[in-house]
């Protein structure tokens, strides 16, 4: 079956192209999550207290039943009412139970029309946050802009906020890598599940497409580029955004105590990851379901309900990592542990963990812990030094150690990251061109401090291993983020040689 329609390409002119516009983009998707997160907690809140007074209702309900069909009994029986204490006439009494009976109906109507209201308006609220991600998830300029950004702009790590702040953007990120991951995935690999199998050769067939701007892909065409957003990435998009909105859930909060980020024992581990699961399964089916549209024909209605339960379900699927099969479950495994290094919200933190983060997947690969071909590709296009990341190198042209900032996803050798360059002579220095910092010139690598000519001494006192620096210390302090991500789409390498 068919399982799109002729989408309308409109949106695809809201996707910014202008440092400036990006930014501004990322703080309003920034912005209307942490806005869903405070109402998820409403929601649940309010869907336990809609439960227990359902319970109430329908207790109440079946009680009157059972007293008027007692009323009603009797008179069969006997021909006549009986005398019923404290009532003046059992028809009028009757007549109360019946009122108490259609109040108590009417009430559920209310609950069903608010739950169904505020579930149309998370929908639409969800719709056009996703929307708005997937509008910066295009190309690897737009995508290095995304990623980078929310790593530069993290809490420093003796900041109070840094994990309340982490734990908010965290599934952001972590939705970003795993829409890139899925892509790299797609030109590479045969997926084996029934949806993801279905839509993509409903959507692209053959062709050779791709959103990376591979120099062997072509371009999406504007219809397949909606479709593929509405049918392959939305519903990626929106189980990884929720998979632990769960956590918001009362269950989850009785646990934390009070303390989001402290160290839980074995078996209360346990018994959160279940509630978040159980609740972020709630959230989805319950608190954003499917959307809410009227139909002339109900061969229609009924077409369009199997396509988005199916896409419901294959969402629910994302969500499950004990159950699912390996290719789904590590589409957002792996970015999570990268993730972890990245946003981290641990309380004692050293930003140099985040160099790790390549050195733990790449072990855990060889280990069988991940699946090998994803883990490849992911490791390819993040690279050794992290997006948003410090290095220092050796400028053959200033003959200085110089500070960049790892600019560019998909560094054609993992260890030399394309980075802006904002110091030269060790004065903050910017320019629209990035420099390709080649191996042997980076400090990070023993061979080129042993290369140099200098003494071990000016490292380890000046530099200090392992001969990085954190970049967020001068994000925005030193250097503007609309200045860092102009690039005039020139590279020079650390070796002075243009590109």
Same mark, same amino acid.
């Given at each position: ?47 336990y207290e809609y439960e227990a007074e359902l319970a ?50 009417l009430r559920i109507k209310q609950i069903a029309a ?40 993290? &809490?420093?790590?003796? %900041?109070?906020?840094?994990?309340? =702040?982490? #734990?908010?953007? $965290? /599934? *952001?990120?972590?939705?970003? !890598? ?40 072509? &371009?999406?065409?504007? %219809?397949?580029?909606?479709?593929? =957003?509405? #049918?392959?990435? $939305? /519903? *990626?998009?929106?189980?990884? !955004? ?50 809410? =549209?009227?139909?002339?024909? $109900? ?11 199916a896409k419901l379900d294959f969402m629910t699927q ?43 997947? $790449? ?137």
């Open positions: 079956m068919k399982r799109f329609i002729q989408y309308q390409t409109d949106r695809l002119s809201a996707i910014p192209n202008m440092a400036s516009a990006i930014s501004k983009k990322i703080s309003e998707f920034q912005y209307d999550y942490r806005k869903m997160l405070e109402e998820a907690s409403l929601f649940f809140e309010k869907h109430q209702l329908n207790k109440k309900i079946v009680a009157y039943q059972e007293h008027i069909d007692i009323v009603e009994n009797y008179r069969k029986e006997k021909g006549k009412y009986p005398l019923i204490k404290g009532q003046r006439s059992a028809q009028r009494y009757l007549e109360k139970l019946h009122q108490k009976i259609d109040e108590a109906e608010e739950r169904l209201k505020a579930r149309g308006e998370r929908y639409i609220s969800l719709e056009k946050l996703i929307d708005n991600i997937l509008d910066l998830l295009d190309g690897p300029k737009i995508f290095s802009q995304f990623l980078g950004t929310m790593v530069l702009s993290t &809490p420093l790590p003796n %900041e109070t906020v840094r994990c309340t =702040r982490n #734990e908010k953007n $965290k /599934p *952001i990120y972590i939705t970003a !890598l795993t829409v890139a991951l899925f892509e790299e995935a797609r030109l590479f690999n045969q997926f084996t599940s029934p949806y993801l199998k279905q839509a993509l050769s409903d959507i692209i067939g053959y062709d050779k497409v791709s959103l990376m701007q591979r120099h062997d892909y072509k &371009p999406f065409t504007k %219809e397949q580029k909606m479709a593929y =957003r509405e #049918e392959v990435l $939305k /519903p *990626i998009v929106k189980a990884t !955004l929720l998979r632990h909105i769960g956590s918001y859930a009362p269950h989850a909060e009785a646990i934390y105590q009070g303390n989001r980020f402290r160290l839980l024992d074995v078996e209360q581990r346990n018994k959160l990851l279940a509630g978040i699961k159980r609740n972020s399964y709630l959230y989805l089916r319950q608190g954003v379901g499917l959307p809410q =549209r009227r139909f002339d024909k $109900k061969e229609e209605r009924d077409e369009f309900f199997e396509i988005e339960n994302l969500l499950d990592f004990d159950n699912q099969e390996p290719e789904l479950r590590d589409l957002m495994r792996i970015p999570m542990v990268y993730a972890s290094f990245m946003l981290s919200t641990k309380e004692e933190y050293d930003y140099r963990n985040m160099y790790r983060a390549y050195d733990i997947l $790449k072990d855990g690969m060889k280990q069988g812990e991940y699946n090998a071909n994803f883990c490849a590709l992911f490791l390819r296009m993040v690279g050794r030094f992290p997006l948003g990341s410090g290095v220092y190198f050796i400028s053959h042209e200033t003959e200085q150690i110089e500070k960049g900032i790892v600019s560019s996803l998909f560094p054609k050798n993992p260890e030399e990251p394309y980075v802006k360059q904002i110091t030269r002579n060790h004065i903050q220095s910017l320019s629209q061109t990035e420099v390709l910092v080649v191996r042997s010139t980076n400090i990070y690598f023993e061979s080129t401090r042993d290369n140099s000519g200098l003494e071990e001494v000016v490292f380890t006192q000046r530099y200090q291993p392992p001969y990085v620096w954190n970049a967020n210390e001068v994000w925005e302090v030193q250097v503007p983020a609309l200045v860092f991500w102009k690039k005039d789409g020139t590279t020079k390498n650390s070796n002075l040689a243009m590109l």
